[in-house]
């Protein structure tokens, strides 16, 4: 039997989603993923996990830091994920193999709760599937010393802090500011982009 407060959480991914709805307040220049898609052709699948576990009687969740490299994603946060293997037979083998890769995470026990809405992100070509897993065993964590630079744990409620959710400056590699961009406060790393949306659908629907 799942935990009373992980049962909602599977019941309302099972239901109606907010979906692009909940994306749209933290959008940084660019359009909805259903927009976006009608002029994009050359997508690659990805999935990410977006791991739910208890600790310390909190319901918590977990990203990781991208390492600074020439690339779009640099020193970005994000729920660990990634590409989708030609030989991944689904997006939730994906999401958990990214996951085991990324935060050295396995269970084979875990949980499929649901999906939340798919992002595109333009930038990179990737049509990104988040997946909602549960898990009563999650430690430890162990970064890949290539692909993260840091895993970050935090109290799921702390995205329902009004103080948390607030807007940044971001630099861009070409120089270009990009003001006002709509993020999330989470231990003290700045939450943006596509992490952003998903994080801001998983509030809203635990709301």
């Given at each position: 039997?799942?935990?009373?407060?992980?049962?909602?959480i599977r019941?309302?991914?099972?239901?109606?989603?907010?979906?692009?709805?909940?994306?749209?307040?933290?959008?940084?220049?660019?359009?909805?993923?259903?927009?976006?898609?009608?002029?994009?052709?050359?997508?690659?699948?990805?999935?990410?996990?977006?791991?739910?576990?208890?600790?310390?009687?909190?319901?918590?969740?977990?990203?990781?830091?991208?390492?600074?490299?020439?690339?779009?994603h640099s020193?970005?946060?994000?729920?660990?994920?990634?590409?989708?293997?030609?030989?991944?037979?689904?997006?939730?083998?994906?999401?958990?193999?990214?996951?085991?890769?990324?935060?050295?995470?396995?269970?084979?026990?875990?949980?499929?709760?649901?999906?939340?809405?798919?992002?595109?992100?333009?930038?990179?070509?990737?049509?990104?599937?988040?997946?909602?897993?549960?898990?009563?065993?999650?430690?430890?964590?162990?970064?890949?010393p290539i692909?993260?630079?840091?895993?970050?744990?935090?109290?799921?409620?702390?995205?329902?802090?009004?103080?948390?959710?607030?807007?940044?400056?971001?630099?861009?590699?070409?120089?270009?500011?990009?003001?006002?961009?709509?993020?999330?406060?989470?231990?003290?790393?700045?939450?943006?982009?596509?992490?952003?949306?998903?994080?801001?659908?998983?509030?809203?629907?635990?709301?």
């Open positions: 039997m799942l935990p009373h407060d992980i049962e909602t019941k309302a991914l099972s239901g109606e989603l907010p979906g692009e709805a909940a994306h749209l307040e933290m959008l940084p220049y660019r359009g909805a993923t259903s927009t976006m898609l009608k002029s994009a052709n050359d997508y690659r699948e990805s999935a990410v996990a977006v791991l739910l576990f208890h600790e310390d009687d909190a319901l918590k969740s977990v990203l990781i830091e991208r390492p600074t490299y020439n690339g779009t020193g970005q946060m994000a729920f660990p994920g990634g590409k989708r293997d030609a030989e991944d037979p689904d997006l939730i083998f994906t999401a958990l193999r990214e996951m085991h890769e990324e935060i050295g995470f396995k269970d084979d026990k875990i949980i499929h709760l649901g999906q939340l809405t798919r992002v595109y992100i333009a930038v990179s070509r990737f049509l990104v599937y988040p997946h909602v897993f549960y898990s009563q065993n999650v430690y430890p964590f162990t970064p890949d692909e993260v630079e840091s895993i970050i744990t935090f109290d799921l409620f702390d995205i329902y802090k009004p103080e948390n959710k607030t807007t940044t400056q971001i630099k861009l590699d070409n120089g270009v500011i990009m003001k006002d961009i709509p993020c999330f406060d989470i231990a003290e790393k700045v939450v943006w982009g596509a992490t952003a949306l998903v994080m801001e659908e998983t509030r809203r629907l635990i709301l």
